[in-house]
């Protein structure tokens, strides 16, 4: 697949000294979504600066569509977007200003069709006349977006796109990231939200005090690193696992009346059969089974407290 951004040995470090990014090499592909994860200050508002031109690599190369973003910034500029955690236009500013407005300045003709178009998607189309500061917050981030999108970016960067907003706006995001992908934009968003990743990335990149863990497609990640949890529910509740059950990887749950077992998905032999003839054999009663698979959000903590595993 052809590469529309291309990061190759990018650092940071800031006057400060911090060093926020450690030499990131990081593909992405034309017309997919990928999701950034990491938790507080990994360094994903600094990678998102740097390849829109607000933040100065300390070193590497950045190359957007065939273009080194250094050397040719406007290019760059004119085609990718960004939709920031916060707004910082001007209050006074009416929505549909400040959207037509945003167009201009990526050097894109007036469209008032389009802008027309972008802010019904975004439910503003009723408030295109009032001023920013008349907005709720949740309304606010909806400009940002219309902001970002009125100017046609073929690279959309969303920084926490649905960080603090309500369930409503969260799916009306969604819903716009898939049809924008459909229109072929491509698409970086940074998240805490494991759920968000898990529904919309087609690949997923793990970030850690600056370093980049991993990149993975999302299923072959879930695949790879997936474990399952099997629940027995007792019909007796338990105080301690009995030691007969030591060589199973089991904990007790929801205060003794579930056992619960840990197995690898990927594994030849999960170990259930011989835990279920054991389990008998001790005259263990059960009355359900319930197995569930783990969640990317299992397979982020796993990796961001265990970072040697990820290999
Ligand atoms: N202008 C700056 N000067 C000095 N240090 C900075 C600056 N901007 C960010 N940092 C530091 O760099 C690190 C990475 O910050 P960054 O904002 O990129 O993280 P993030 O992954 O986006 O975090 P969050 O999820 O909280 O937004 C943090 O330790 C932060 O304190």
Not at 10 to 15: D, E, G, L, S
Not at 251 to 274: C, M, N, W
Not at 300 to 307: A, E, K, S, Y
């Amino acid at each position: 697949m052809q590469p529309i951004l291309t990061l190759s040995g990018v650092t940071k470090t800031y006057a400060s000294g911090h060093q926020a990014l450690k030499s990131v090499d990081l593909s992405i592909n034309k017309g997919e979504i990928f999701a950034l994860l990491g938790p507080n200050g990994a360094g994903k508002t600094t990678m998102i600066g740097i390849v829109c031109g607000l933040v100065v690599p300390s070193s590497g190369t950045i190359t957007f569509d065939g273009h080194d973003v250094a050397r040719d910034f406007r290019e760059a500029r004119r085609r990718i977007g960004l939709v920031p955690q916060e707004l910082s236009t001007d209050m006074f500013e009416k929505v549909i200003s400040t959207v037509r407005f945003s167009r201009g300045l990526f050097g894109r003709r007036r469209d008032d069709a389009l802008v027309e178009q972008v802010l019904k998607d975004l439910s503003l189309w009723d408030k295109r006349d009032a001023k920013i500061m008349e907005l709720s917050g949740g309304m606010k981030r909806r400009v940002l977006i219309a902001k970002a999108l009125a100017h046609e970016p073929d690279l959309l960067f969303l920084d926490e796109p649905t960080a603090g907003v309500d369930v409503e706006l969260r799916r009306d995001m969604w819903k716009l990231v898939h049809r924008l992908r459909e229109a072929g934009t491509t698409i970086i968003l940074t998240t805490h939200y494991i759920e968000e990743a898990e529904e919309m990335a087609d690949r997923v990149g793990v970030i850690n005090r600056g370093e980049l863990l991993l990149v993975e497609e999302k299923t072959a990640l879930m695949k790879k690193l997936g474990k399952r949890e099997m629940d027995i529910s007792l019909v007796e509740p338990m105080s301690v696992v009995p030691p007969e059950l030591a060589e199973w990887d089991l904990t007790l749950a929801d205060e003794g009346h579930k056992l619960r077992y840990v197995f690898d998905a990927q594994a030849e032999r999960t170990g259930i059969p011989s835990l279920l003839r054991k389990v008998s054999e001790l005259g263990i009663q059960f009355k359900d089974l319930d197995t569930s698979k783990s969640s990317l959000e299992d397979i982020f903590v796993d990796l961001v407290h265990r970072p040697e595993q990820a290999a």
